[in-house]
């Protein structure tokens, strides 16, 4: 099966250093920080944008926020100076598919840019309502992060969901994320788009539960990345998992599904080779933070 899904997607594996390693120092990608929106509360995830955030190498910080509209010239004198980059992602700071940018943003990749490998990053929960409109805008390689499939882990890990204009709390949010999780990444299988499962690893909470996440998206995703959690926010005071846990649960998990191992925690504007740890920053200053006031928390 997993030797099936390695020929499948070899046109991936070829390009996308994310889901090869051994491209780390060779291929560039560039992650466009243009959804700040999130409908979702993680209770490890902080969101920190501007000036201040300069220094912190992690999800969910970007310098600022670009609009679609300045993709395009971003794009141009980037590919001319790094010509290695050969792929374009969305990974927040917020939801991808929470934000209409992203839509806009895909619209511009595939008329100005189609050689560039189309990639996202997302929680997963309108993935049902999207999948075909990805597929449609020619996204290959779709990252949706699943931190557990039983809904009372998931309530200790997602304080709520805010879904078709109402907010659902504990359990009941936790098991709508879950189903639309499933079904969103089953529908992208159908359309042939790459999947990799993210999986944060919080040893008091779903250490225990990692290797059945594999095995729930053994059949419809491509690759498992099991990350470690950064303490913080309202997880601020929970334990980072040791190396040897992380290499651990990877090798059970891989039964299941092929492990990722080479995750460096991407920043939201982070731009090169993967290993460069590079980001926004000079270009920044000729940009506006815009609408701050998005941010669901
Ligand atoms: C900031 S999110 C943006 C994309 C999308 N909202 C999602 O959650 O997949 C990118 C990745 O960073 C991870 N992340 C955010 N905060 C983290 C933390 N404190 N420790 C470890 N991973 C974290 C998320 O779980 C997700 O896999
Ligand atoms: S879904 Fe992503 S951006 Fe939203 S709170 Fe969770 S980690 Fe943060
Ligand atoms: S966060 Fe991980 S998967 Fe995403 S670009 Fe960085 S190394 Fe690749």
């Known amino acids: 099966m997993k030797e099936d899904k390695m020929s499948k997607f070899a046109h991936i594996t070829s390009v996308h250093p994310c889901y090869n390693e ?45 609009k679609p509209a300045e993709v395009e010239n971003y794009l141009n004198d980037l590919l ?12 927040g700071p917020g ?24 990639c996202l990053s997302t929680n997963g929960l309108l993935l049902p309502k999207y999948a075909e409109r ?15 499939v039983d809904p009372k882990i998931q309530a200790q890990i997602v304080d709520w969901i805010y879904y078709e204009g109402k907010v659902y709390r504990g359990e009941e949010g936790a098991e709508i994320l879950i189903k639309n999780q499933i079904e969103g990444v089953k529908k992208l299988a ?30 419809d995703a491509f690759v498992h990345n099991v990350i470690p959690l950064i303490p913080m926010y309202k997880m601020e005071n929970l334990r980072k998992p040791t190396c040897d846990e992380i290499s651990n649960i990877r090798d059970t998990a891989e039964e299941y599904l092929h492990q990722f191992r080479a995750c460096q ?13 590079k980001h926004l920053e000079e ?10 006031k998005h941010f669901s928390h």
């Open 22 to 66: 051994k491209l780390h120092h060779k291929i560039g990608r560039v992650h466009l920080p243009v959804a700040p929106k999130c409908n979702i509360a993680c209770r490890f995830c902080k969101r920190s944008i501007g000036d201040e955030s300069v220094c912190e190498d992690r999800p969910g910080v970007s310098h600022h926020i670009m």
């Open 80 to 91: 001319e100076k790094s010509p290695n980059i050969k792929v374009a992602g969305i990974a």
């Open 95 to 118: 939801d991808s598919l929470f934000n209409e940018e992203t839509f806009e943003t895909l619209e511009v990749l595939k008329e100005k840019f189609p050689d560039l490998v189309r």
């Open 134 to 148: 990805l597929a449609e805008l020619g996204v290959k390689t779709v990252t949706v992060t699943v931190n557990a």
């Open 190 to 219: 159908e359309f042939d788009v790459a999947v990799k499962i993210n999986t944060v690893l919080i040893p008091e909470i779903n250490m225990d539960h990692i290797v059945e996440i594999a095995k729930t998206f053994e059949k």
């Open 265 to 277: 925690q991407c920043r939201a504007d982070a731009v090169g080779l993967v290993t460069e740890h």
């Open 283 to 292: 270009k920044g200053k000729e940009l506006n933070i815009y609408d701050l």
